[in-house]
């Protein structure tokens, strides 16, 4: 069936330094989201990307998706303490309303 | 505007039993999703109610239902509950046909 996997699992950066995640399905999406959950928290929506080589910046975020429509990517820019959490890239599967989660990458960042 | 709310927070139940968990979308959401989410993992679809009927369902068996009501407000029932149930339940609102779900703060349930 379709996956959608992220790597890495896990990132612990020192405050200041850059953090990417990528994102990889294993068929062409149509969109692809990007969400947000905090320790004991819950997803929180940051940002859907719909076009092909589609670049979209929020602050210090940047959110690509490839050409192929097949992978994204997360680059956090001088990362800072509040953006500990973990960060799930979901794209639509095959049943409506069905968005197919990635397991995550957990970004812990030391002061 | 306010959030999606989910209720209750916490529950703990034993193998066997019945369990509704229940959600109240964002003003404005016509669509409710009910995903599942073992610690450690992302989330996983259940389904999705649109004017009060199921409109697509992941892959769980059928003792995994659930309503949608007139002010698009959402039950999930789980009957006979097995120890795998154990899970963050968490209810996501969105306005059908656009992006981005509003998740709320999710029911931990325990099953014992």
């Known amino acids: 069936g379709q996956q959608v996997m992220q790597i890495p699992q896990y990132q612990h950066v020192q405050e200041g330094e850059d953090f990417t995640t990528y994102c990889n399905s294993s068929?062409?999406?149509?969109?692809i989201q990007w969400y947000k959950q905090r320790p004991g928290g819950h997803p929180v929506f940051l940002i859907q990307l719909v076009k092909s080589g589609e670049v979209k910046k929020q602050k210090r975020l940047t959110f690509q998706f490839g050409e192929a429509k097949k992978n994204s990517s997360l680059h956090i820019t001088a990362t800072q303490t509040t953006d500990v959490g973990t960060y799930f890239c979901a794209g639509p599967g095959g049943s409506q309303g069905n968005l197919i989660f990635g397991k995550g990458t957990k970004l812990s960042v030391k002061p | 505007e306010t959030g999606v709310t989910q209720s209750p927070t916490h529950l703990i139940k034993t193998r066997g039993q019945q369990v509704t968990l229940r959600c109240s979308s964002q003003?404005?959401?016509?669509?409710v999703s009910w995903y599942q989410q073992a610690l450690g993992q992302g989330p996983q679809f259940i389904f999705q109610?649109?004017?009060?009927?199921?409109?697509g369902r992941g892959n769980f068996p059928p003792r995994f239902s659930g309503l949608q009501f007139p002010n698009y407000s959402s039950e999930l029932n789980v009957n006979a509950l097995e120890l795998d149930d154990s899970a963050l339940y968490l209810c996501?609102?969105?306005?059908?046909?656009?992006?981005?779900?509003?998740f709320g703060s999710g029911t931990r349930l325990t099953v014992v």
């Open positions: 068929t062409t999406l149509s969109n």
């Open positions: 109610y649109y004017r009060e009927e199921e409109n």
């Open positions: 996501a609102s969105s306005l059908r046909g656009r992006g981005g779900y509003t």
């Open positions: 003003s404005g959401h016509n669509t």
